[in-house]
């Protein structure tokens, strides 16, 4: 495993990830608009549930975010490739696949 490249690829996909969270994170205000819960679905009901959406977006690329992060950082203290919760070698298959994995397979089925 060329551990340059593989650091390479992470902080790439960290800058992508953390342009993505600069666009989702974004809260456009308008101050005419109103947001509300209410009984029909209406404007302001759809700003809403778009708000909703984006911040479920928002916390899934900050996960990820730090899984890149935290890789990094096992490139550097030499612990990359071991599964942070069990302490097993993550297959080269999955880091492969996603770099920057953190968990084996089966401690990443458990979070």
């Known amino acids: 495993m060329d551990t340059r490249a593989v650091a390479e690829e992470l902080r790439v996909r960290r800058d992508q990830l953390t342009a993505e969270l600069d666009v989702v994170t974004v809260v456009e205000r308008d101050p005419d608009a109103s947001v509300s819960f209410g009984k029909r ?4 009901t ?16 900050q996960a990820m ?5 935290r890789a990094l950082a096992k ?6 490739g ?9 297959s080269e298959a999955r880091l492969e696949a996603r770099p920057w994995s953190v968990l084996c397979i089966d401690c990443a089925a458990l979070r």
């Not at 679905?41 to 302001?44: H, L, N």
């Not at 700003?47 to 899934?60: I, K, Q």
């Open 75 to 80: 490139l550097e203290d030499g612990t990359y």
């Open 65 to 69: 975010l730090h899984d890149v992060d």
């Open 41 to 44: 679905v209406g404007d302001g």
């Open 82 to 90: 071991i599964c942070d919760r069990c302490g097993k070698l993550i």
């Open 46 to 61: 759809t700003a809403a549930v778009e708000r909703l959406n984006l911040v479920g977006t928002a916390r899934e690329l």
